[in-house]
């Protein structure tokens, strides 16, 4: 059974950067993405960006390109979300989850394994 544990979030002023890291363990991961998403109040879940474990392909939202990295490190078993440039609309609680390869990497619903995600606020 995938485990994934998230950490990380916290509260940030306008233009301010966090760092989240996703910790995964229970599981090989090498054919697997690895994704963040993020889920604002009223709001649906949506895709922030996606890496693969084995050869470190990334995916990004295009409302996060140029703002936002995602990387792993396989040995500690982690991925990790460093997010610059923060913008009020970021503010949610961020998750990370794991598809298997030949998913659709953008669609929560092909994740099967979830964190209990990290509360991200950013102040204007």
């Known amino acids: 059974q995938a485990q994934l544990v998230e950490s990380g979030g916290g509260l940030v002023q306008a233009g301010g950067s966090l760092r989240l890291s996703c910790a995964a363990s229970?599981?090989?991961?090498?054919?697997?993405?690895i994704g963040w998403f993020r889920q604002a109040p009223g709001k649906e879940r949506e895709f922030v960006a996606a890496?693969?474990?084995?050869?470190?392909?990334?995916y990004y939202a295009d409302s996060v390109k140029g703002r936002f990295a995602i990387s792993r490190d396989n040995a500690k078993r982690t991925v990790a979300l460093q997010m610059n440039s923060l913008k009020p609309e970021d503010t949610a609680i961020y998750y990370c989850?794991?598809?298997?390869?030949?998913?659709?990497?953008?669609?929560?619903?092909?994740?099967?394994?979830w964190g209990q995600g990290t509360q991200v606020t950013v102040s204007s």
């Open positions: 229970g599981r090989t991961f090498s054919s697997y993405y």
């Open positions: 890496i693969t474990w084995r050869v470190g392909s990334t």
């Open positions: 989850g794991a598809a298997p390869l030949g998913s659709n990497l953008f669609r929560e619903y092909d994740y099967n394994s």
